[in-house]
């Protein structure tokens, strides 16, 4: 007896209720087959590394860590216009913005700034569709790894401006590096 079945991907497949053998229903074939993919497996070259001794080769398009940029003169580049919140497929990024004061024209480049700026790095996919949304280049995911604490308090997993903006030191060198070349 045989029943026709249609799969998810239209395709028919005949299905049949035949009886098994008594050999058939003991399995024997079946498991030394398995035991034989199992020992096939067993004198291969192992892909595994030893992980503090031996890093992996990243990807040309590894998105690690983020970054919030600064301009040559040391300025935060972020004017908080919320394109980047809105590009996250994760919603992992949420800000506020504020207007700068007369007196803090030399810390942010335009009007408005980023005072609340977080990323929930647990629920961030490292997609890079905040850097690509963003118009002033402000946000950059870098190619060094998210080194991560183990943590059983949510809240050391949201990074704020601290840990995001990029030091004054590093903008410094980078200017210095462009004018030497």
Known sequence: ?????????GRKKEVSNKKMSFWESLYLVAIVKGLLITIRHLFKRKVTIKYPDQTRELSPVYRGQHMLMRDEEGRERCTACGLCALSCPAEAITMKAEERKPEEKHLYREEKYASIYEINMLRCIFCGLCEEA?????????????????????????????KLVMPLDMAIKNTQMKTAN
């Open 1 to 9: 007896m045989s029943i026709e079945t249609i799969s998810l991907s």
């Open 134 to 162: 963003c118009p002033k280049q402000a946000i950059y995911l870098t190619k060094s790894r998210v080194m991560v604490k183990p943590s059983s308090d949510r809240e050391d997993f949201i990074y704020g401006k601290e």
